[in-house]
């Protein structure tokens, strides 16, 4: 957005910012998550990040489609909110020394970046619908149910695959 114009003037208008800030947030995941598998030492815990990245990769692939399909060349912006998330699950990494507890931080931080996707592509598929965009409400709604079910694997690796229970005792 510029400081002399204000780029956003409609819902439509808002809808495709919308999806350029979580076009953008996709591909920074892209590239955060292969560092917190590197970091991950829980079994459990590196091979559900190993399969979100590629499932992440495919959402990306999918955000190309809804683009195609709107009209719109395919683009990110800047999505201060990520970035935030991103930089203090980096900063967290590199302060924590115990190899248990990091697996406790990386599921925390992992878990807010689901959250925050959860409740862009939430918002996008409401919009899609309220603007009649239903050509692009299927291919939102498999990005959002597979941050739902990444949500709940990591809750299901902190609680029952040991991660909580060995940072306590560390
Ligand atoms: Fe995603
Ligand atoms: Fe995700």
Known sequence: MGIFSKDI???EDLFIHGLR???YAEQQITKALPKMIDLA???DLGT?????LEE???QI????QVFAKLGEKPSGTTCPAIDGIIKEADETAGEVADKAVLDAAIVANCQSVEHYEIS?????IAWAEELGRDEVVRLLTDNLNEEKAANTKLNTV?????VNTKASAA
Do not use: Q
């Open 120 to 124: 862009r592509y939430g918002t996008l």
């Open 21 to 23: 800030d979580i076009y």
């Open 9 to 11: 003037m409609t819902m």
């Open 158 to 162: 902190a609680l029952r695959k040991g």
């Open 41 to 43: 030492t829980n079994r």
């Open 56 to 58: 992440t990769k495919k």
């Open 48 to 52: 559900g990040l190993r399969n979100h």
């Open 61 to 64: 692939e999918r955000l190309d």
